[in-house]
């Protein structure tokens, strides 16, 4: 009969249906291969960021960025909020609950690039210039403690433990001078002496008004040259005339080093800013008029079901969508912001944590658990038919409910959407789904995390099980260690029911030349045996032709900065060897190095075929009696 080839792998696990029917290029199985741009390939590693943490777990990581685009990650662990310098994780907030739940969220503004977190213990405002420094805008003994998402200028607020079923909505932050803004101008901030060049202080803005912060601010002297310092909200005050100096927008701290010598005179160091409180007619206002006003605060009851909201999201046609554990909301608001349409959009839908769901070019994906025993990945889209929303389940190949999603996290990365949760045995988040939604891909990996996020082509995990953040899908290695993994194709039957053999295993692809994969075969369920090895180091592997690929899994090579690899090309065949007949058969893959390898194409050749028996492995059981206890009669 014909050869049987498989000219690319792109369909990834099917596991649902029983896998003799299911596409000839796909896994029964997998961990920690992935199916991508038409091959399979190991799945990058994962690497400590910072310092392996002590027992417990990291439930919420976070990039807050700089006004010039350099990220900051925050992470919240145990009792703090913390950001990274560097390589040490240094502590913000402390005295937070072990066991509460926060949203970060980011904010740019005319003062600068802001993140808040907003949980149980209350809201906070960071600058990322100054990380080291925060704003409690709220406390536990206000009412706006919650988890809160900013867009278009206003934060909204959800998961209030003193009303879990409704979401409020903050004044616009209009950003002008008596309105969020206050101007101060010329206010006297130090004197020279003739001599000094260094000068330091605090702004009065501060003065008994904890919930304040400045921006916009500038530095001059009067005389001696008249240098004046520029704050380029990063944190910097750069001089005029080349001198340098600092602001810190929390605490109103600042200092400036001039290059001509201030004359002696008092008051002749000013200082020009603006100050501004998010409470007050700003991004943490949740109050309004009796008669609500155009731009004020607000509050949208969705209390049907009496269930909390689990997350909001923001879908692609700019409208807000509050997902609960059976229900889902959306409500938008007329572009005069006086009057809002807020409905539930659809029933007997929803999720279990504030963490399962994504906006994705399609819609919002989400893993649907209102069905505890059927889980669903679905997505909410706009029928293209009519204005209501659809709720589609996605990738119904894939066996869902082999897992627990009562912890799950999702978040896009790439052309993926990768799902941490865990298997039904497990107490902790122990895999890693990634799904490919446009080509209707699903593969696993064991990095399960307790928390996701991505930046410039990382992707950082929370570790369910330590205080550690990792980037995960990034190198090689699992932080050291060989990449546990396994890749078992279906079980192929070359479409006919007669026995067959094949003379050989022919395998494409690319390989570091440090790695090496064995391949094994089971034939009809006997187990799977050593029949091959593909090496990197082999004669078959072209080195004349090196290609790079990123250690992120991502984008081009070295997207994400951490750098590529050299990977040459092979093509190999495998001679069978005391195989038996058989009817079916199945591939296992198993990298055994470090080191990146893909397969893109397979071919069983030269396959021959005998009479239609049952495989040897099942004949003891022919001629069953008609009470089916005995065989062979």
Request: with cysteine.
């Amino acid at each position: 009969m014909a050869d049987h080839e498989i000219k690319k792998f792109a369909s990834g696990v099917h596991n649902r249906e029983d896998n003799e029917d299911t596409p000839k290029d796909s896994a029964k199985d997998s961990l920690n291969w992935i199916t991508i741009d038409g091959h399979i390939e190991l799945a990058r590693g994962k690497v400590t960021v910072g310092t392996e943490g002590p027992a417990g777990a990291c439930p919420a990581i976070h990039v807050g960025y700089k006004a010039n685009g350099t990220g900051i990650l925050w992470r919240k662990v145990a009792t703090t909020i913390q950001y990274l310098n560097v390589t040490t994780w240094v502590d913000v907030v402390t005295g937070l609950n072990p066991n509460d739940i926060y949203v970060f969220t980011n904010y740019s503004s005319l003062t600068g690039a802001w993140t808040f977190a907003g949980g149980p213990g209350g809201l906070f405002k960071f600058a990322n210039a100054n990380p080291t420094s925060y704003i409690q805008l709220y406390t536990t003994t206000d009412f706006f403690c919650g988890f809160p998402l900013i867009d278009k200028a206003r934060m909204y607020l959800w998961g209030i433990a003193k009303d879990t079923t409704a979401l409020y909505r903050s004044f616009i932050d209009v950003q002008r001078d008596g309105t969020s803004f206050t101007q101060v101008s010329n206010e006297n901030a130090a004197s020279g002496n003739g001599s000094q060049v260094a000068f330091s202080g605090v702004l009065l803005f501060k003065s008994g008004q904890p919930k304040r912060n400045c921006g916009l601010v500038t530095i001059k002297c009067t005389d001696g040259g008249g240098e004046i310092f520029t704050d380029d909200k990063n944190g910097n005050l750069k001089g005029s005339a080349g001198g340098i100096g600092t602001i810190n927008y929390i605490t109103g701290a600042w200092s400036v080093t001039f290059v001509t010598v201030p004359g002696a005179s008092a008051n002749n160091i000013q200082a020009t800013y603006v100050w501004e409180n998010s409470t007050a007619k700003g991004v943490a206002d949740f109050t309004y008029s009796a008669s609500r006003l155009a731009g004020e605060g607000d509050v949208i009851r969705q209390d049907e079901g009496g269930d909390a909201i689990q997350q909001l999201v923001i879908g692609i046609d700019g409208n807000y969508y509050s997902l609960k554990k059976q229900s889902a909301y959306q409500h938008k608001y007329t572009d005069d912001d006086k009057t809002f349409n807020n409905q539930v959009v659809r029933r007997n839908i929803g999720v279990l944590t504030r963490k399962s769901s994504v906006t994705t070019g399609r819609g919002v994906v989400f893993i649907n658990t209102a069905n505890p025993d059927r889980p669903q990945l679905t997505v909410l889209e706009k029928n293209p038919l009519g204005d209501d929303i659809l709720a589609t389940e996605l990738i119904p190949h894939f066996a869902w409910e082999k897992y627990d999603y009562s912890d799950a996290v999702m978040e896009t990365y790439g052309q993926f959407i990768v799902l941490s949760c865990r298997a039904q045995t497990s107490i902790v988040n122990d895999r890693t789904l990634v799904i490919d939604i446009v080509k209707n891909t699903v593969d696993m990996t064991n990095y399960g995390m307790k928390a996701l996020i991505k930046d410039s082509g990382v992707l950082y995990g929370g570790s369910p099980h330590t205080q550690t953040v990792y980037k995960i899908l990034n190198g090689f290695d699992d932080d050291g260690y060989v990449i546990q993994n396994s890749w078992d194709s279906k079980y192929e039957t070359y479409g006919v029911r007669r026995l067959k053999k094949y003379r050989r295993l022919r395998y494409r692809g690319e390989i570091d030349p440090a790695q090496y994969v064995e391949v094994y075969a089971d034939f009809d369920g006997g187990g799977y045996a050593l029949i091959g090895t593909i090496r990197g180091d082999g004669t078959y592997v072209n080195r004349t032709s090196p290609s790079s690929v990123g250690t992120t899994m991502v984008g081009e090579a070295a997207v994400g900065g951490d750098g590529s690899a050299q990977v040459y090309p092979y093509e190999l065949q495998i001679k069978a060897m005391k195989i038996p007949k058989f009817r079916r058969r199945s591939i296992r893959f198993l990298a055994k190095g470090i080191g990146y390898v893909s397969v893109m194409e397979s071919v069983d050749w030269d396959i021959l075929t005998y009479e239609d028996k049952l495989p040897k492995v099942y004949r003891q059981k022919e001629h069953v009696s008609l009470d089916g206890k005995s065989v062979n009669q």
